[in-house]
């Protein structure tokens, strides 16, 4: 089995039975687009610092935006998969959930999930 295929195939036009390789080509060009889409977001928060809505410059280099294309790698495809099984043809919610899990999924582990465990972990000692 092609280890690479749980990355690329997002289920885009899962129910299209056209042969040939426009529609390979068209997934293709649809999960990249969406990886992209996801690792800005991801990196658009990482620039981003809260409460204050500032740039943080210091923060646009390669390896921050490396790390967010890392992370959307581990993240996306089961959201995407999930979302393609219910709207068969890519539109804005696509978009929209590329950018937002990427900006959000980074902030809730920031601002949440991070205070939460070291209150956890600090109870526990």
Known sequence: MNSWRYFT???FFWNELTFGPTLSRKRSLYAAA???????GLFSRQITDFPNVDIKFANIRWPVLL????IGLALFPPMM???????TK???EHVVLAFGLG???DLASGKIIAPAWNSITAFLR
């Open 9 to 11: 195939d997002l289920n």
């Open 34 to 40: 969406s990886y992209i889409l996801l690792s800005l």
């Open 67 to 70: 790390a967010s294309f890392i």
């Open 81 to 87: 998969r999930y979302l393609n099984k219910k709207n």
């Open 90 to 92: 890519p539109g804005m």
């Open 103 to 105: 900006f959000f999924v």
